[in-house]
């Protein structure tokens, strides 16, 4: 174990605030896993980019963005997403599983692709839209998070659908993963507030803690 | 908490053995999660039918069935298998990450998956391939898994590919379901071995654990 006084360390080079530094929304075992979000606006100052996305994403001018509308509103940014990792990414700023999302939520999840966007680039050298096992490791160190070789050698074995005989991983499966390995190892600090490298989970929140994750 | 002299219950009605009662082989922390079984033979006595099943499986001969030809074999039956529910399998009755399985695998696996579609036929009443959110409720009780309604309900939003307004699941997502939830569950158990109902993980174990379900 890590040094105790100092505490359990899940990423060994913690980044800097702007690095996804969202915070997931705490959603009570007690509460429904479904259901509809509060409605939300823009803070004050909210950059003006990120308002005249959301308004270009809410094609039917309801104030909330759906599944549909993310999907397309991120795949013409040059990306291509499957709706899966939209829900994902919607569970993940919302903590719900809910289709919809505010303008609260959207500027958390803008900011926090713009980054990891601006990681995976940073990675993929040769502009060939794929990352390699060693840069995924570094990649997810850079958001914070500091997986040992089992657990990057299963993220690595999930997310490579290159299907070549190199394992590589590409944009929208990193962002999968690292939505995953996130979501995970902040639901796993919740539970261990003191730091200690353990926690205990009852059967029932171990379920509603993880299926969220596994499936989309 | 249930009765504490009668122990945790993850399920309130104990199937026969008959029904998936195979056991996962432990895969303890320290081992490579991936990797090659070790050879294996038929047990005597063994069921003729599940030998000549393995023999045409084996398309190349080899003694060993790969995930290309389990699907293959698989969706022989009239069922359509994805290449991510023959990986879940094949994990399930490996208890690593291999993409080959031998006899002792495919007995399991085939025993299993016969008990699974009785259940899913017993339920599905009107032969439509469907079943409802209650019945897969009833059919994972029929396995020995009780599931909470919040548990029940991310299962039915995350397997429910019909599309329709009516949920409903089909056959394969009905296995992938049942392959999670026997997973975690038999995982979390195997940590709570005096059935407090509650496990405690490091964080290693936790996503090592967790991440070999995911499906990606």
Redesign the interface.
């Known amino acids: 174990m890590a040094n105790p006084a100092a505490g359990?360390h899940?990423g060994n080079a913690p980044p800097p605030q702007s690095y996804g530094g969202y915070q997931r929304p705490s959603a009570p075992y007690g509460a429904?896993?479904?259901g509809m979000l509060a409605p939300s606006t823009f803070a004050p100052g909210t950059d003006p980019t990120v308002i005249a996305c959301f308004q270009v994403a809410d094609q039917d001018g309801s104030g909330m963005i759906d599944d549909i509308e993310l999907q397309r509103a991120l795949s013409s940014y040059n990306q291509s997403f499957q709706l899966r990792t939209v829900h994902l990414l919607m569970y993940t700023f919302t903590g719900i599983?809910t289709r919809k999302i505010g303008p609260k939520e959207f500027t958390g999840l803008f900011y926090c692709l713009q980054s990891w966007r601006g990681i995976f680039d940073r990675f993929d050298r040769d502009r060939s839209g794929k990352i390699d096992a060693l840069e995924l490791r570094e990649a997810l160190l850079s958001i914070g998070y500091a997986?040992?070789p089992?657990?990057l050698?299963?993220?690595v074995?999930?997310?490579d659908?290159t299907g070549g005989s190199m394992r590589a991983i590409e944009y929208d499966?990193f962002i999968?993963c690292c939505l995953?390995?996130k979501g995970?190892?902040e639901r796993?600090k919740e539970r261990?507030r003191a730091l200690t490298?353990?926690?205990?989970?009852?059967?029932?929140a171990?379920?509603?803690t993880?299926?969220?994750?596994?499936?989309?």
């Open positions: 359990y899940y429904p896993p479904y599983n997986v040992s089992m657990v050698e299963i993220l074995t999930k997310y659908k499966n999968e995953t390995v995970l190892t796993f261990d490298g353990s926690a205990t989970f009852s059967y029932e171990f379920m509603l993880v299926l969220p994750f596994l499936i989309a």
